[in-house]
Every structure is written in C-alpha cells, then in structure tokens.
Nanobody
C-alpha cells in the first residue's frame, strides 16, 4: 500500500517562491498535486508520470508552477513561483495507477497525503 507524506508549506508573501515535496513509500505511476481552499472544492494542480518525463498542469498555474520527480522516483516536487493570495490552500499529494493519467478528478486517485498548508499574504 502506498503512503504519502507532504512537506514544504508555509507563509509566503505574494510574488515569492515555495517548493513543496511529497515522499512516497510503495510503487506509484501517476503522482498529482491538488489544492483545496477554505470553503471550496478540491482543485487539480499538476501531474507527473513514473519516469518524470511526462507532466501537465492546470491552466491557472502552468506558467508559474513546475512538477518534477527525483532520480529514485520516491519524491515528487511542486516548485511554485509568483505566488498569489488566491493560491492560499491546503496542498495535497495523491497517487494513482496508469489509468489515472490525465484525470483531474480526485476520485481517480487511490492514495492521499495529509496535506500541507500554503498561505500567501498580500
């Protein structure tokens, strides 16, 4: 069974940068970042396949955020630049199999981390 642990969240001024990381125990194919603001539904952010060579991101963040994996494929990163106040949310790492690829729906992913809080001040 896959277990995921996120870290790297915190408080950042608008326009700043922050890097989130998610470490997985167990084999994964697709790893994904979601975020959820207070009072809102969970939103897809970015996804990466097992090799790290295929990625995609939501239109709202793709010019500013980059998803990547380390050489051992055990950790996925979300490098965030030009942070905006509307990016304030709990950020979640999730994992799924091959069939989860390209799905923006939370229900497509079987394993979830506990989330890490990102707060962007104006």
């Amino acid at each position: 069974q896959v277990q995921l642990v996120e870290s790297g969240g915190g408080l950042m001024q608008a326009g700043g940068s922050l890097r989130l990381d998610c470490t997985a125990s167990g084999r994964t194919f697709t790893m994904v970042w979601f975020r959820q603001s207070s009072g809102e539904e969970r939103e897809f952010v970015a996804a990466i396949n097992w090799s790290g060579r295929s990625t995609y991101a939501a239109d709202s963040v793709k010019e500013r955020f980059t998803i990547s994996r380390d050489n051992a494929k055990t950790t996925v990163y979300l490098q965030m630049h030009s942070l905006k106040p509307e990016g304030t949310a709990v950020y979640y790492c999730a994992a799924g199999g091959i069939t989860s690829w390209s799905s923006p729906a939370p229900a497509a992913y079987n394993f979830w981390g506990q989330g890490t809080q990102v707060t962007v001040s104006s």
